[in-house]
């Protein structure tokens, strides 16, 4: 059994429990849960929004496989498959777009990255606009100019872009 006593500066166990509830009760207790509260409703949030908001990586390609090959099939589309070829991307790197549907974002000379693959499909041949889906999630629309020689394009979170003709 414990004999020993505690003194006044030293809270008994019941004590340390009233303590704590008094706390929770208190306006600075109150405002902690709360804040906890809502920290952790904004950190849910933000999760089942970035899942909701980047594209099924599976789905994009799906998609845009099927899209892309019915771009290279149907005649109106003809007019994206100017946009093929290489392209000096604005943000450094080149941008391969092939015939078929392919995009394949390569890294300059001494940058320590990897390829960025990608599909496109052709969204308005009269316009020659394309967008391209890449695997990281980003979704590029891309408008070759009227001299063939420049893409102008704006990403999902609407920054816009060009790229010049290699």
């Given at each position: 059994?414990?004999?020993?006593?505690?003194?006044?500066?030293?809270?008994?166990?019941?004590?340390?429990?009233?303590?704590?509830?008094?706390?929770?009760?208190?306006?600075?207790?109150?405002?902690?849960?709360?804040?906890?509260?809502?920290?952790?409703?904004?950190?849910?949030?933000?999760?089942?929004?970035?899942?909701?908001?980047?594209?099924?990586?599976?789905?994009?390609?799906?998609?845009?496989?099927?899209?892309?090959?019915?771009?290279?099939?149907?005649?109106?589309?003809?007019?994206?498959?100017?946009?093929?070829?290489?392209?000096?991307?604005?943000?450094?790197?080149?941008?391969?777009?092939?015939?078929?549907?392919?995009?394949?974002?390569?890294?300059?000379?001494?940058?320590?990255?990897?390829?960025?693959?990608?599909?496109?499909?052709?969204?308005?041949?009269?316009?020659?606009?394309?967008?391209?889906?890449?695997?990281?999630?980003?979704?590029?629309t891309l408008t070759l100019s009227s001299n063939g020689q420049m893409l102008n394009?704006?990403?999902?979170?609407?920054?816009?872009?060009?790229?010049?003709?290699l």
């Amino acid at each position: 059994m414990n004999t020993r006593e505690t003194t006044d500066d030293e809270p008994s166990p019941v004590n340390r429990t009233d303590a704590r509830k008094a706390f929770w009760t208190s306006l600075p207790g109150m405002l902690t849960g709360v804040a906890s509260v809502i920290t952790a409703i904004v950190s849910l949030m933000a999760v089942f929004h970035s899942k909701a908001s980047a594209p099924d990586r599976s789905a994009v390609e799906a998609r845009s496989a099927a899209s892309a090959g019915a771009a290279t099939q149907e005649p109106a589309a003809q007019g994206c498959m100017e946009l093929a070829g290489h392209w000096a991307w604005q943000s450094g790197g080149t941008v391969a777009i092939a015939e078929g549907g392919a995009a394949t974002w390569t890294p300059d000379a001494g940058q320590a990255i990897a390829p960025i693959y990608g599909r496109w499909t052709c969204i308005d041949a009269s316009a020659k606009r394309i967008m391209v889906y890449w695997q990281h999630g980003f979704v590029d629309t891309l408008t070759l100019s009227s001299n063939g020689q420049m893409l102008n394009g704006t990403n999902q979170a609407g920054s816009s872009f060009s790229a010049r003709k290699l």
